[in-house]
């Protein structure tokens, strides 16, 4: 499940999921909606994204 909402600095997403990398799945597709307008273009190639840091609060912060 993933919404958007008001923030002062950008945007919010609200992103749940049943592990981190359907999080981090669902975070990106928000994140599209978000730069498309709610149209996204239908999928043309998948990548795979490594990211580290120390704790997953950093994690998710570093993909940003």
């Known amino acids: ?8 600095a950008d945007i ?6 049943e592990s981190l990398d359907a999080a981090f799945g669902e975070a990106a597709l ?3 909606e978000v730069v498309t307008g709610g149209a996204l273009p239908p999928a043309q190639e998948e990548r795979t994204l490594a990211v580290e840091a120390g704790t ?4 998710v912060v570093r993909a940003s």
Do not use: K, P, Q, V
């Open 1 to 8: 499940m993933r919404r958007t909402f008001e923030h002062t």
């Open 12 to 17: 919010g997403l609200a992103i749940e999921a």
């Open 30 to 32: 928000a994140l599209a």
């Open 56 to 59: 997953t609060t950093m994690t």
